[in-house]
């Protein structure tokens, strides 16, 4: 009986069959295969003709690959998210962090894992799961909106992998603690503290500098380093620059 094949993930190029010449389990070079009914190239069932590469003697054969299973998934590329549903290995774990390839090739990551009733686990096996959230295994840097009293500047931050952001969480960036204020996510910006995302979701990073003196006041005021007016530079009256002035007497 022929054992299972070493299909590569788009192609089955050789098996590893039992040779009734060689008496025992040899590599044969595939020539020609297809899908078999109720399966796919790779995947499910495969048939084909394969030639010895010890005796050359040419024979046909037969591959089931292992039971896989339909799995709800959500692919989250920056603001935009869409739902599919990929067969999986019903025998292999999912789990988070780990990259995984879609039906037409591109790497994903794994970044939440969902059971049927809603509660989140770091991994599961395919009929465990409800749904699975990823994102593309890319690495990247997020746009970061760091608010400084009245303005707004604008950098980038690359996150380490497996980065999770929270609203009300920080992280350190360029020698400062910055502290998020709101995230922006699935299309939508979220603000409520506690509201967490893993980094390939996140569009962009609202922050603030956890520093004292609060945000706004003297860490971005510039100082007036010269007086206003060459007559308050000469003035010799001790008064306060909030002060009316000295009193004089009216003519």
Request: charged share 30%.
């Given at each position: 009986?022929?054992?299972?094949?070493?299909?590569?993930?788009s192609?089955?190029?050789?098996?590893?069959?039992?040779?009734?010449?060689?008496?025992?389990?040899?590599?044969?070079?595939?020539?020609?295969?297809?899908p078999?009914?109720?399966?796919?190239?790779?995947?499910?069932?495969?048939?084909?003709?394969?030639?010895?590469?010890?005796?050359?003697?040419?024979?046909?054969?037969?591959?089931?690959?292992?039971?896989?299973?339909?799995?709800?998934?959500?692919?989250?590329?920056g603001?935009?998210?869409?739902?599919?549903?990929?067969?999986?290995?019903?025998?292999?774990?999912?789990?988070?962090?780990e990259?995984?390839?879609?039906?037409?090739?591109?790497?994903?990551?794994?970044?939440?894992?969902?059971?049927?009733?809603?509660?989140?686990?770091?991994?599961?096996?395919?009929?465990?799961t409800?749904?699975?959230?990823?994102?593309?295994?890319?690495?990247?840097?997020?746009?970061?909106?760091?608010?400084?009293?009245?303005?707004?500047?604008?950098?980038?931050?690359t996150?380490?992998?497996?980065?999770?952001?929270?609203?009300?969480?920080?992280?350190?960036?360029?020698?400062?603690?910055?502290?998020?204020?709101?995230?922006?996510?699935?299309?939508?910006?979220?603000?409520?503290?506690?509201?967490?995302?893993?980094?390939?979701?996140?569009?962009?990073?609202?922050?603030?500098?956890?520093?004292?003196?609060?945000e706004?006041?003297?860490?971005?005021?510039?100082?007036r380093?010269?007086?206003?007016?060459?007559?308050?530079a000469?003035?010799?009256?001790?008064?306060?620059?909030?002060?009316?002035?000295?009193?004089?007497?009216?003519?």
């Open positions: 009986m022929p054992k299972p094949p070493r299909p590569s993930t192609a089955i190029h050789a098996v590893t069959l039992f040779c009734e010449t060689c008496a025992g389990p040899t590599e044969h070079r595939v020539l020609r295969w297809s078999a009914k109720g399966g796919s190239a790779g995947a499910g069932r495969a048939e084909g003709l394969a030639r010895c590469r010890v005796c050359h003697l040419t024979r046909p054969f037969l591959w089931e690959g292992p039971a896989r299973r339909d799995v709800a998934v959500v692919l989250s590329d603001g935009r998210s869409r739902p599919e549903r990929w067969p999986l290995p019903a025998s292999e774990r999912i789990a988070v962090g990259e995984r390839p879609s039906p037409d090739g591109s790497a994903w990551r794994v970044v939440r894992i969902d059971r049927s009733d809603g509660t989140r686990v770091s991994s599961a096996r395919p009929e465990e409800g749904t699975v959230w990823l994102a593309p295994a890319r690495a990247g840097t997020l746009p970061v909106s760091v608010l400084e009293g009245r303005r707004t500047r604008s950098v980038r931050w996150p380490p992998d497996g980065t999770e952001l929270a609203v009300g969480g920080s992280f350190e960036l360029d020698g400062d603690t910055l502290r998020i204020v709101g995230l922006r996510a699935r299309g939508a910006t979220w603000k409520v503290p506690g509201d967490r995302f893993a980094a390939p979701e996140v569009a962009r990073i609202y922050a603030r500098r956890n520093v004292r003196p609060p706004g006041s003297r860490g971005w005021s510039r100082a380093e010269s007086p206003s007016s060459f007559a308050s000469l003035s010799r009256s001790a008064r306060s620059r909030s002060s009316p002035g000295p009193r004089r007497k009216r003519a």
